[in-house]
Structures are given as C-alpha cells and as structure tokens.
C-alpha cells in the first residue's frame, strides 16, 4: 500500500489539535511514515516568535515554531493542509488559519517545495472524505486504498462524557482546541484547575455540538463552536462554572467573549493567554475564581448577570 | 422605513440608493472622527480590528439619534470578513438600544436576493422591482469607484486641486440623486466632461506610490489619512485598487485570474480578500512603481495575514514597502512622520537612479 517512502512531518499545532488528529490517523493507516513534532515548549515558541510578525497571534507564532523544529529534524515533507471552508461556503476559518502554509512559505523557513499543502473542506462532523481522497491520489495511493483507510475504524479517538455529579466542582474549559489541548499554550490551566480540587471537562460528546455548528450567524466556524460548547456547558446541571481560554488577539474568539459573559448564567471566565509565561496572575485568577464558585453555586435556569 | 448604516466611504451612497428604489430611506451616517472612533473603542472588544471599531462607533452615534434599524450589504461570502456575521451577534452588541434591528441585504445572485429582499419587506416585492434595486445598488458603486479613482488621479495630475476637490464632492451629490441607471449614465457623462475641462500639469509625476491594503480602511482614507490624498496634490501619483466594488463584484470568476497572478504567494483555494491586495501589489511591481504603501486597520486578519507576504513580495522585486497599521490611537502626526520619511527614500533612490 505504500505509494511514498518519504518522510512527512506533521506540526503538532493548531489544524493538527483541531481535527484531532485525523489527518495523521489516515496517513498512517496509508502507511505513510510520519514524523509528529514534539508538544509545544518555549524553544518551539521562540523558534516561532524570532520570525513571525508581532501583530499574528499568539497560536500561529507556536505554529510556524513547529514548523521550525521540523524542517531542522530533517523530514522530506511538512503537511500544512490549506482549510478552506465549510462545504456550505458559510462558515470559514479565520484567515491568518486559512493562510498558514502561505504564511510559512513567505518567512522562508523551508523551500516551497518541501510544503504538502493539501486543500481541505469540513462540514459539521470534521473534514471531508473528498479532501482525504484527494491528499491520497496526490501522494500516490489509490481511491480504493485512501477509501479502506477512511473506512478503518478508529480506536483512539476518544469518547469523554461530562462527569456525573459528585462531591466538588467541574469546570467547563472552552476554546479553540488548539489552545485548550497544548498545555503549554495554555499555561497548563487544565492541571492548575485540578490541583485546585476541581474536576475539568473540555468536550460534551452525549451533546452533539457539531464541529461547526449551522445556524449561529457567525462567520467564523471556530468562534461558532466555541459560542456552541459555551452554550451546552450553560445548560449542563453537573458544570459549575466556564472558563473560556482566549488567545491574544484573536478576532473572532474577541468577539464573542463578550456576547458570552453577557449570555451565558454561570460564572464565566475569561483567561487572555499570552507569550508571558508567568503564572502568578493566572493561579490568582483561578483561586479566585473557584473561590467564587465555592460560594455562591448559580441555579440553572437562573437569570443571565 | 428609514435604515441607518456605516460610511465605507462614499458607498453607504450605493445602499441608500438601493433603499430608495424600494421606497424606504437610510439616514447619512456621522463622518469618522476621534470621537466615533472612540465610541467604537468603548464599545468593543480590544482585539476587534480598527475598521470594526469605526463600525460600531457609527453605529452608536446613529443609534443614540434615535435610529433603530440597521442595514448592511454582506454576501456571507468567503471574501467577507465580521461584516458578514449576522444579525444575532450584532443585535447581542446593541442589546441596550430597544427596538433594535439588522438586516443584512445581499444575495449570491438574483433568486438569492430577491428572496433575501422579501425576509425584510415581504413577499409583495417583485423581480423587476429586485433586479432595478440592485442594478441602481450597483451602478452608484462602479460610478463611485470610477469618481474616486479619477479624482485621486486628477489630484497629481491636475494644477487645479481645490477645483478637483469640487468636482468630486459635486460628483456625489448627484450620484446620491440620481434615482436609477439611466440617470446615473447621464451622471457619468456630467463627470468625464467635467473632469476633461480641468487644467493639467505638464511634467509627469514625481513618484508613482501603489497602495494596498484592507478595503474598508482605504474606503475611509478621505477621513481617517487625509495625507495619502494630500500627496497626490504634491505631484506624486498615488492609485490604489482595492475597494468596495471589488467585494461586491467577487465572485469565483471574477476571482479566478486573480488567484492565478498570485499563485507564487498565495495558495488556490481560499478566496478570502487578501488575493485583491497581493495581485493589486504584484500589480503595482510589474507597472513600475517606485513604492508599495500597505495601509490597513490594526487587528485586521486578512491584512495581518497577508504582511509575511507583501514583504516577501517587495523583497522578491527589491520595492520598497511601508507598512501603516491605523489603530486606536487615532492620530495622524506619526503616521504622516513615516510616510515622509518613506517620500524622501524614495525620492533619494530615484534621484541616484536605483533600480530594483
């Protein structure tokens, strides 16, 4: 089944973390030998911030320094699929999202040649079985072979329900995956979040929220699932209070973080993360939080503050 | 009904026009200044782009005078950017205001639209009264666009600029009258003949400055950077191509050659409004321009996004290129001390005959 012996690194940053992997799941079930960069750390995020203009935000700076890492480690190929959109033309990532192999190639760090920059295409369940197809024909597999691995079931994807109800807290941590499931990214708030005495959960799977749900008027899929998940967490008895994990200039997430404080009926916070790694404020943030939740449970179905 | 909406510069013109046909109205909206602006900051998140604030700033001023129903063109398209977030979000924003109202008007073709036109005015409007709404909708933009680019080319080339001056704000006046396409023809043939009878210069401009950037921010510089139209008054010859026309004419075919020009930069697939400022740039390389000037609203994602490219684009043809994010500090003086010193490097490598 092996159409290519070459090495394909894959960066373990944002389109990596917000498909959850599955393009990395298809190509190895191709049989394609893939090399995934290392989690994020501070030598990933220079590598990234020496040659990312300032005004990108934070995520797309650790991005492009796993880009970095891998075109120092050698590999033959480094996968930067091109998202376009949903298949419904309605609902899009945001562009600095949208550009990322384009803004790779101009900074220069790897030869253009060396970028596999496949188009891609969601709808509400993840990407498209079209964009595999595709990925497979250009690397030389067959439409049978790339059908068998779509079709391959898949063991590792996770299944997490909301905890049931016990004593203590359970926080709801919302925000693009990118940034909830890079702990480095988010300054390990989860961990912080635990060591507090709370339970965390980050997804609702008995709940379909859909990855990009239909319907919510906004232009931004992401911002839309994260209003999506926001909104469910509100609704959930067993969920205490929402933290919303906001990266530094993000528009869209911006954007409907005050919608969310405004709507939502249980104690919100919002976390701005940043390339200051300092946990002091943080931590302060965090007690004073769960102090608060401690306090004063919110009835559900209580009015909106 | 009356409707208010935002400026986009001279094009809220084009949407009243619209409105109009239709037999409702749309008030004119306050022109941006320190005070809109610092509206819009209040009102928004900080990460919300400059152009987004202005927006909002607009928006509360004319909300506050008693306004309650908002208009906005937006086609949802993937060239859109938060204009095209709809009503839910933005009604979230103004919750404050009662009565509050947005409509968002657009359609990806003429079935879309009318059915888009009938969700606000009900199922009594007619095809023919659609297709002449949005043929007068779009012949005041494509007259604008032409004023706007005539009258800043006229600016460098003209030895008259007050009598430009003039004649673009007579221009406006009466595309804002003219009540459909054949008035707007006759508008059109006012202009050339107006135009044709100023004096012109005899030496040719001094520079030639291309400017790109996010298509809202430049719609604005009348307002915003009244010194990039100022330097086209000094003889140096300003153009820039970007503009609300070209969102409301973008379409896959229209898009097309453009994608292509930038196949060396900017991968096929997206059709987000950064291929209009990267072809326009590549553009202005090929046409032998002495500069690029890239002039966009702080915070703005498809400007933002597109910066790694326009440098490596102006590294590539060895073209000078000046970046100008306006963000909220809502003052001219730095950016003007900038664009001088940008003025004098490109005048110093003229006169030593530098060639990229």
């Known amino acids: 089944m092996v159409a290519t012996s070459k090495c394909i690194g894959i960066p373990r940053s944002i389109l990596h973390l917000e498909f959850e992997g599955a393009i990395e799941r298809f190509l190895r079930r191709l049989g394609v030998n893939i090399a995934l960069s290392p989690p994020t750390n501070a030598e990933i995020f220079r590598a990234g911030k020496r040659v990312v203009i300032d005004e990108l935000c934070f995520p797309i700076k650790i991005f492009v320094g796993h880009v970095a890492y891998l075109v120092a480690h050698g590999v033959d190929q480094i996968l930067i699929p091109t998202i376009v959109g949903h298949v419904n033309d309605r609902a899009f990532p945001c562009h600095p999202r949208q550009r990322l192999s384009d803004i790779v190639r101009a900074l220069g760090i790897c030869d253009a040649n060396r970028l596999l920059t496949p188009a891609f295409r969601y709808d509400r369940h993840g990407l498209t079985a079209g964009s595999f197809q595709s990925l497979a024909q250009s690397l030389g597999f067959s439409e049978a072979a790339a059908t068998q691995a779509l079709q391959t079931p898949c063991p590792e994807q996770l299944v997490t329900e909301i905890p049931i109800q016990q004593d203590g807290l359970t926080v709801a941590v919302v925000g693009h995956p990118y940034v909830v499931e890079d702990a480095w990214a988010n300054n390990h708030v989860i961990r912080r979040i635990e060591q507090l005495g709370c339970r965390v959960t980050t997804r609702i799977d008995h709940r379909p929220t859909a990855y990009a749900p239909e319907g919510s008027g906004l232009h931004f899929a992401l911002a839309a699932r994260t209003v999506a998940l926001a909104q469910a967490f509100d609704q959930e008895d067993s969920i205490d209070g929402i933290v919303l994990l906001l990266p530094f200039n993000c528009g869209p997430d911006g954007d409907i973080a005050g919608h969310l404080v405004r709507t939502t009926t249980k104690p919100f916070l919002t976390l701005v993360l940043d390339e200051l790694q300092s946990s002091a404020g943080l931590v302060t943030r965090l007690e004073a939080f769960i102090d608060l939740l401690e306090g004063e449970p919110i009835p559900i179905g209580g009015q909106p503050r | ?356």
Request: some cysteine; aromatic content about 8%.
């Open chain 2, 1 to 356: 009904m009356k409707f208010f909406t935002f400026s986009w510069g001279s094009n809220y013109i084009a949407v009243r026009g619209l409105l109009r046909s239709l037999g409702h109205d749309l008030a004119t909206p306050p022109p941006i200044g320190p005070a809109i602006a610092k509206r819009g900051i209040a009102r928004a998140h900080p990460f919300l782009c400059f152009s987004g604030k202005l927006v909002l700033g607009q928006m509360e001023a004319q909300l506050e005078n008693g306004e309650r129903r908002l208009a906005f063109m937006s086609s949802l398209g993937p060239e859109a950017c938060r204009c095209a977030d709809t009503s839910d979000y933005v009604c979230a924003l103004f919750a404050d205001y009662d009565g509050f109202s947005a409509h968002r008007f657009g359609g990806g073709n003429l079935g879309g639209a009318l059915e888009n036109l009938r969700s606000h005015f009900g199922p009594h409007i007619r095809k023919f009264q659609c297709f002449r709404a949005y043929a007068t909708f779009t012949g005041k933009v494509d007259l604008l666009h032409k004023i706007d680019k005539r009258c800043t080319r006229l600016r460098c080339m003209s030895t008259a600029p007050k009598q430009v001056r003039e004649l673009e704000q007579a221009a406006l006046a009466r595309i804002d009258r003219a009540p459909g396409p054949l008035a707007l023809w006759r508008v059109s043939r006012w202009f050339d003949r107006a135009a044709a009878r100023l004096p012109l210069r005899s030496d040719p401009p001094s520079l030639k400055i291309g400017i790109v950037g996010g298509e809202h921010i430049l719609s604005e510089l009348p307002s915003i950077m009244v010194v990039i139209k100022q330097m086209a008054e000094r003889g140096i010859f300003v153009d820039w191509r970007s503009s609300f026309r070209m969102l409301v004419r973008s379409n896959e075919r229209t898009l097309a050659p453009l994608k292509e020009r930038c196949s060396d930069y900017l991968h096929k697939a997206p059709s987000t409004s950064e291929i209009f400022s990267c072809a326009h740039a590549l553009d202005f390389v090929s046409e032998g321009y002495d500069g690029l000037l890239h002039i966009y609203a702080f915070g703005c994602m498809p400007q933002t996004s597109l910066k790694p490219i326009l440098q490596r684009i102006a590294s590539d043809a060895q073209m000078p290129l000046l970046s100008l994010a306006i963000g909220d500090r809502f003052a001219e003086e730095g950016l003007e001390g900038r664009l001088e010193a940008f003025i004098d490097l490109l005048e110093t490598r003229k006169k030593k005959g530098v060639t990229r």
